[in-house]
């Protein structure tokens, strides 16, 4: 690509997290409140419904991603939801510790959890800010 042409970004196309089970992982995010739209064991991937959007969470098998605590600092990856403070309680209810209590943020609550391979995923909400959310 020369230094005059450019490229548009469009949206997302999926976010991959490397998991060491993918077995494992699927009934992890399962029990996380994620659906799966797909699962291809020959090829060691499984994607994880978002919402209405196309895109999502892929999962996918590394032979060397061993069980590990998240690093600190991680990468995150954040999706909207309702309520956070409530995704909270669903997650505590389904086994799942999140990292810490729901947080308050600019825009209103949110609350993290790691998978057993240290992806770490939060669940935020547009409380504080109705008008920027999916649903105002």
């Known amino acids: 690509m020369s230094d005059d042409e450019s490229y548009e970004l469009l949206g997302f196309d999926n976010v991959l997290l490397p998991v060491g089970d993918l077995r494992e992982a699927v ?5 996380a409140g994620f659906a799966v739209g797909f699962r291809l064991d020959e090829a060691g991937i499984a994607s994880l419904k978002v919402g209405g959007e196309t895109p999502g969470l892929l999962l996918r098998q590394e032979e060397a991603v061993g069980h590990r605590p998240p690093p600190w600092p991680s990468p995150r990856v954040w999706l909207e939801v309702p309520d956070a403070r ?29 998978d057993p391979w240290g992806n770490v995923i939060g669940l935020t909400d547009y409380s504080k800010r109705p008008e920027l959310g999916r649903r105002p």
């Open 27 to 31: 009934r992890f995010y399962e029990r």
């Open 86 to 114: 409530a995704a909270a309680c669903a997650l505590t209810d389904a086994g799942i510790a999140p990292l810490d209590r729901a947080f308050s943020v600019a825009t209103g609550w949110t609350v993290e959890f790691a």
